[in-house]
């Protein structure tokens, strides 16, 4: 069982930074990415990396946010740079059991993920 707790959200003004914290506690060598939500809309996919390492991500956020991981600590972190509003939702870890993520565009696939965080509010002004 993963246990996924995020944290990192807050307030910025656009063209700013942010980095988000997903701290995981069990097997994380899967699958593990970012979403994001904001109401009224359905949860999209931002960027999500595999077991080796290897990254997908949303046209939306190229170049602007990076997705990495320390396995040492058990922890994803996702670094956004230049902030734009529409960047603005609750941002949700996500874990799916399984060493690679999915490939083409169905790594975005919310109902693929097993075990979710409670998410952090990102908010671009």
């Known amino acids: 069982h993963v246990q996924l707790v995020e944290s990192g959200g807050g307030s910025v003004e656009a063209g700013g930074s942010l980095r988000l914290s997903c701290a995981a506690s069990?097997?994380?060598?899967?699958?593990i990415g970012w979403f994001r939500q904001v109401p009224g809309q359905e949860r999209e996919g931002v960027e999500a990396?595999?077991?080796?390492?290897?990254?997908s991500y949303a046209d939306s956020v190229k170049g602007r946010f990076t997705i990495s991981q320390d396995n040492a600590k058990n922890t994803l972190y996702l670094q956004m740079n230049s902030l734009k509003p529409e960047d603005t939702g609750m941002y949700y870890c996500a874990d799916r059991v399984g060493f690679h993520c999915p490939s083409g565009s169905r790594w975005r696939d919310v109902s693929g993920y097993d075990y979710w965080g409670q998410g952090t509010q990102v908010t671009v002004s």
């Open positions: 069990g097997y994380t060598y899967n699958c």
């Open positions: 990396t595999s077991g080796d390492g290897r990254t």
